[in-house]
């Protein structure tokens, strides 16, 4: 069994650019949801996808988009970064057979705006 | 506003010793709790939950406490181990189901010392 697996590792981009993270999700899971970490801070909830449909949003700006994809891979794209949207971004999975509430997390992509 | 709060940043304790972490919430909403574990450089794991209709849920070494009244929550490691040095973050949801977001607290960085 594949755990969930994100790409980029690492990513640096300049303020106003535009980035795009990529997220599999764990075999079985129909459901992502994304979390920005800043540094000494816990997980914030962006938004959660399901069956490739935006299913709940955090208070975070439009300028926060994803996708969904068939296969319940995911993208998390940013436009116009600031500088404080350096931060850990963690995607999560879950799905049929999750044990409640659990969400199963990759190990994140830290994405430093210059 | 911060809904979850962990407000001891850090915890250390002796090898083979009790660890207690604990965790507040404010939002009456939230109906079930979990506790994540972080090593750098990883996603959170998932450790132990519990449901508000509980009030104790145990797991080998770990066992995770719930008070209602008080709104708040802890977690008991025991005995400690230096594997257990990690970031724990506790986390709260509004409502059962693999659809649900997390609210996460700060987290609580344990050292246990051999």
């Known amino acids: 069994e594949t755990g969930v697996t994100q790409s980029p590792t690492h990513l640096i981009k300049t303020r106003g650019q535009q980035v795009t993270l990529r997220c599999s999700s764990q075999?079985?899971?129909?459901?992502v949801s994304w979390y920005q970490q800043a540094l000494g801070q816990g997980p914030q909830f962006i938004f959660q996808?399901?069956?490739?449909?935006?299913?709940g949003r955090g208070n975070f700006p439009p300028r926060f988009s994803g996708l969904q994809f068939p296969n319940y891979s995911s993208e998390l794209n940013v436009n116009a970064l600031e500088l404080d949207d350096s931060a850990l971004y963690l995607c999560?999975?879950?799905?049929?057979?999750?044990?409640?509430?659990?969400?199963?997390f990759g190990p994140g992509t830290r994405l430093t705006v210059l | 506003d911060q809904q979850v709060k962990q407000n001891s940043p850090s915890l250390s304790v002796q090898e083979g010793r009790i660890s207690i972490l604990n965790c507040d919430y404010t939002?009456?909403?939230?109906?079930?709790f979990l506790w994540y574990k972080k090593y750098p450089a990883e996603g959170p794991t998932f450790l132990i939950s519990?449901?508000?209709?509980?009030d104790k849920n145990e797991d080998g070494r770990f066992t995770v406490f719930l008070n209602k009244s008080a709104k708040h929550l802890s977690l008991h490691i025991v005995p400690s181990q230096p594997g257990d040095s990690a970031v724990y973050f506790c986390a709260a949801s509004a409502h059962t189901g693999a659809n649900s977001k997390l609210t996460f607290g700060k987290g609580i960085t344990l050292s246990v010392r051999p």
């Open positions: 519990i449901s508000s209709i509980k």
């Open positions: 999560a999975s879950s799905g049929p057979g999750t044990l409640y509430n659990e969400q199963f």
């Open positions: 075999s079985g899971h129909n459901t």
């Open positions: 939002n009456s909403m939230f109906d079930y």
């Open positions: 996808y399901y069956r490739e449909e935006e299913n």
